[in-house]
């Protein structure tokens, strides 16, 4: 028996069927989980891979595209010259 560190309801794994790294949705919450440990049995959050991508393009400087207007406002300035 496990429990969901989300909502805290008591989770039936069998523990010899799971691996440790395997992932599920709690039955009452919907939370993805995934096995942390064996003995004992834990559970926790599972990690969404998409987050963490959309996570590291905030971090990215250039992601902001204020290079791009910049180079939009100059070619502006070229055309008026002209």
């Known amino acids: 028996m496990a429990t969901c560190p989300e ?3 008591e989770i039936e794994v069998d523990e010899f069927d799971v691996d440790k790294g395997d992932q599920f949705s709690c039955p009452d919450c919907g ?5 942390v440990s064996l003995s004992p049995l834990e559970l926790d959050l599972a990690s969404d891979e998409d987050d963490e991508d959309d996570e590291d393009e905030d971090d990215d400087p250039d992601a ?3 290079d791009d207007l910049d180079d939009e406002d100059d070619d ?3 055309e008026e010259e002209t």
């Open 64 to 66: 902001d595209g204020e």
């Open 31 to 35: 939370s993805n989980l995934e096995v």
């Open 76 to 78: 502006d300035d070229e």
């Open 7 to 9: 909502c805290d309801a």
